[in-house]
């Protein structure tokens, strides 16, 4: 069965870095785009970035030129690079399957837990 | 951006009521939509893709409908288990949430 777990999350400074893993099984991992979607804490879903089968990416213009997402396709996992770090950006942190096998441009079929996210001083 | 407006906020309802949830877009996305609910503490789940297309798994009293920029997802007897948020997603153009709409117990 899909199995997706978030870990690396953690509290941080204003204008620090962090950085999200997302370890996948149970599927081909590298036949799918995998998205990161973010929730502040009593908000709604958020999506954040994209990173499709062959490594193309794609940002909310929330988090352009802060964020970068990358994947290791040979340890099945997806990576979420945070800098400049705002407190804006607290939230519960999913990575999320991208339902679409060698699209990567449809809905999310399987979520994980999360990881939080506190950006505070 | 394409932006997603769900109505209403907030919905209280009693078992087996038939509950009607409503999601517009504002431009056509076409059936690119899915619905999800989201229990406290829980990561999202799938209910809906492609506007009508009911996932895996998922009781058929959940049902959804709607083409263009108007959307509903219909829950046609409400269960114990479906207290519960309830997410639109449009993936037409990148990814964009509505901002939910709880069910809560009247």
């Known amino acids: 069965q899909v199995q997706l777990v978030e870990s690396g999350g953690g509290v941080v400074q204003p204008g620090g870095s962090l950085r999200l893993s997302c370890a996948a099984s149970g599927f081909t991992f590298s036949n799918y785009g995998m998205h990161w979607v973010r929730q502040a804490p009593g908000k709604g879903l958020e999506w954040v970035a994209l990173?499709?089968?062959?490594?193309?990416?794609y940002y909310a213009d929330s988090v352009k030129g802060r964020f970068t997402i990358s994947r290791d396709n040979s340890k099945n996992t997806v990576f979420l690079q945070m800098n400049s770090l705002r407190a804006e950006d607290t939230a519960l942190y999913y990575c999320?399957?991208?339902?679409?096998?060698?699209?990567?441009?449809?809905?999310?079929?399987?979520w994980g837990q999360g990881t939080l996210v506190t950006v505070s001083s | 951006d394409i932006q997603m407006t769900q109505s209403p906020s907030t919905l209280s309802a009693s078992v087996g009521d038939r509950v009607t949830i409503t999601c517009r877009a504002s431009?056509?996305?076409?059936?690119?939509l899915a619905w999800y609910q989201q229990k406290s503490g829980k990561a999202p789940k799938l209910l809906i893709y492609k506007a009508s297309s009911l996932e895996s798994g998922v009781p058929s009293r959940f049902s959804g409908s709607g083409s263009g920029t108007e959307f509903t997802l219909t829950i046609s007897s409400l269960q114990p288990d479906d207290f519960a948020t309830y997410y639109c997603?449009?993936?037409?153009?990148?990814?964009?949430f509505g901002q939910g709409t709880k069910v809560e117990m009247k």
């Open positions: 997603q449009q993936y037409n153009t990148l990814w964009t």
């Open positions: 999320a399957k991208d339902s679409g096998e060698y699209s990567g441009f449809d809905y999310h079929d399987f």
């Open positions: 990173i499709r089968q062959h490594g193309s990416e």
């Open positions: 431009l056509s996305i076409s059936t690119w």
